[in-house]
């Protein structure tokens, strides 16, 4: 059975404090893997989609990396308004349903 | 319009009574996704549509959960007879085609559901 798992649930950092966060998957063929922030009452944001392994994108302080069993989303120097549950999800091939892992919730101090 | 709007925001429901959540999804939109997130997990996919045409329902949880999207634009999930176990958020999801993940999600905000 496809799975996506991500760790740690939870989340403290102070302001500046990188960190990252991550996303394990167990799927038989990928074709893309997502990660998606969720504000409170808010429906998840799109950040990024990545394809193959050893790829990576960035926005802003975010980076998202890629490798066959994981992905990481790296915080550098993390904000408070970077505060948020963020959501990994996976695609496989043949499929167009995106299945998500239960987020890990992030709290940055200023 | 310039996201995807889902109504009511909140709802709250006895046990046993029907409910008709709404979703507008971004105009153009082929694809339309519904799924049910309880209070701190993920989204639990429900539902595809692509156009008006119902393509995947393997993630409703019983025949009481019915969706609808008669014209290839709005949706309708109806749960009938609800339960304390379908208080969740549901929340509604389009993208512009299906050509594959690069088409990424556009989600509404949700709609609250909390069964008495």
């Known amino acids: 059975e496809d799975q996506v798992t991500q760790s740690p649930e939870a989340l403290r950092l102070q302001e500046g404090e990188s960190s990252s966060l991550n996303c394990s998957y167990t799927v038989s063929g990928l074709r893309g893997l997502f990660w998606y922030r969720q504000d409170p009452g808010k429906g998840p944001e799109f950040l990024f989609t990545?394809?193959?392994a050893g790829e990576e994108k960035e926005k802003e302080r975010l980076k998202a990396t890629l490798t066959k069993k994981e992905s990481f989303l790296h915080i550098t120097a993390p904000k408070p308004e970077d505060s948020a549950t963020y959501l990994c999800a996976v695609q496989v091939e043949g499929s167009y349903i995106p299945t998500f892992g239960r987020g890990t919730s992030l709290i940055v101090h200023p | 319009g310039a996201g995807v709007s889902q109504s009511p925001r909140y709802k709250v429901a006895k046990r046993g009574q029907d409910v008709a959540l709404r979703c507008d999804p971004i105009s153009g939109h082929v694809s339309l996704f519904w799924y049910q997130q309880a209070l701190g997990q993920g989204p639990e996919f429900l539902t595809y549509?692509?156009?008006?045409?119902?393509?995947?329902k393997s993630g409703l949880p019983s025949d009481r959960f019915f969706a609808e999207r008669p014209e290839g634009s709005v949706s309708t999930l109806k749960i009938q007879r609800t339960q304390q176990e379908d208080s969740a958020v549901y929340l509604c999801?389009?993208?512009?085609?299906?050509?594959?993940?690069?088409?990424?999600?556009?989600f509404g905000s949700g709609t609250q559901l909390s069964v008495l």
């Open positions: 999801a389009s993208s512009f085609s299906v050509r594959g993940p690069e088409e990424k999600l556009f």
């Open positions: 549509f692509q156009n008006e045409a119902q393509l995947d």
């Open positions: 990545l394809y193959s």
